[in-house]
């Protein structure tokens, strides 16, 4: 027999400095959901949500239960992934053609190096259908990451989708239900990491990393981020998203939206090149991606809160015959195609003559 692999402690993961220029920030608000286990809890933060969730898809989570330690534990981790050699990476390749995320996502090089500067490795949820190699680094911790993942989903994913469906007036487990860690159906936690380029480099593609999109998950979760460069979309225009150590960036998306019969919203968003006393650093990120369980059709709820206000949607205005697998499988393969040069130019639809919302 083997013997066990020996767990190596990794060398501490400390945060970049903030930068020292004034940026635009977006105003956002922040729910501290440690709240939703207090009276009246719920019932305030019901009422924050309404105040903004049918502009803005982006806000910040307090209170989430996850400490500074486990989450630069989890940088940790992605950094050190980084650093294996490229061909040992290229072993655990995602297979994207197929619409398929999970695993490793090189940077563009060579002729392609303007489509994007950066790697990801995407870890799935931990159900049967997932399991899968990893490299060492990985397996090593792979308890950590199993643990880390979890809490996001039923502590945090969870009691938003409670709160979301007590706004919209329906059965409290109405997306929870949509939303079930052993289902079938693909969910994932990031590891991305940004190379810097040169600023005549940058200057070329007009500053941009990561042109405007929307997610085509339910909820994302961007941990803590200190090289600035997220912008989000508003009625102003691009603003910058700050980040501090004790909230995580939430964003609503498309499947969300869809479910949500267009309420919330699956809000644009993009990465530009940080500011100057950033922009020449590696920008390691850390990211949870949650989605719908693979079958379930993006219909929209029927919700008296949209019925009184005139917002009901039918299910032929929809994406009703569409499922949350099928959306997310079908933007990642579009997504493929204009990564690898396979479409010129970027493709506008994706399915059922749905359009990505993409902005420069
Ligand atoms: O790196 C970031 O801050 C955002 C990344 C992002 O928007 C994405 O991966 O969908
Ligand atoms: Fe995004």
Not at 108 to 135: C, M, Q, V, W
Not at 184 to 193: D, I, V
Not at 226 to 236: I, N, S
Request: net charge negative.
């Amino acid at each position: 027999m083997a013997a066990p692999a020996t767990v190596t402690s990794l060398p501490e993961y400390h945060y970049p400095e903030q930068t020292q220029e004034e940026l635009e920030w977006a105003s956002l608000e922040a729910l501290d959901i440690s709240r939703l286990d207090q009276p009246g809890g719920k019932e305030e933060l019901a009422a924050q949500v309404l105040s903004f969730i049918d502009k803005n898809g982006f806000f910040y989570v307090k209170g989430h239960g996850l400490t500074d330690a486990e989450i630069r534990n989890q940088y940790a981790i992605g950094r050190e992934f980084f650093k294996l050699p490229l061909e040992e990476k290229q072993k655990y390749l995602a297979n994207t053609a197929a619409g398929d995320f999970r695993g490793y996502k090189p940077q563009s090089t060579g002729e392609l190096a303007a489509r994007d500067n950066d790697e990801r490795y995407n870890i799935p949820k931990f159900t049967p259908e997932h399991e899968r190699p990893h490299p060492e680094i990985i397996t090593q911790h792979l308890e950590e990451i199993k643990r880390f993942s979890l809490h996001i989903h039923n502590k945090i994913l969870l009691p938003l989708l409670r709160l979301f469906a007590y706004v919209l007036e329906v059965d409290e487990n109405y997306f929870v239900n949509r939303h079930r860690y052993d289902a079938q159906g693909l969910e994932y936690l990031r590891y991305m990491l940004y190379h810097p380029r040169t600023a005549e480099e940058d200057a070329k593609l007009n500053n941009i990393w990561a042109r405007g999109h929307t997610d085509y998950n339910t909820l994302t979760f961007l941990f803590h981020q200190p090289v600035a460069g997220l912008q989000v979309q508003t009625k102003d225009g691009w603003k910058y998203v700050r980040s501090s150590p004790d909230s995580i960036i939430v964003n609503v998306a498309d499947a969300l939206e869809f479910l949500s019969g267009g309420y919330l919203k699956s809000t644009v968003h993009r990465v530009v090149r940080p500011p100057e006393d950033q922009a020449s650093r590696p920008r390691l990120g850390l990211i949870y991606f949650a989605r719908p369980e693979a079958n379930i059709a993006l219909a929209p709820v029927q919700s008296p809160l949209l019925q009184r206000l005139g917002l009901q949607k039918g299910v032929d205005e929809s994406l009703g015959s569409v499922t949350a697998e099928e959306w997310a499988r079908a933007r990642i393969a579009k997504d493929h195609r204009f990564r690898t040069g396979i479409a010129k130019q970027r493709e506008r639809e994706i399915i059922a003559g749905v359009s990505e919302k993409y902005y420069d």
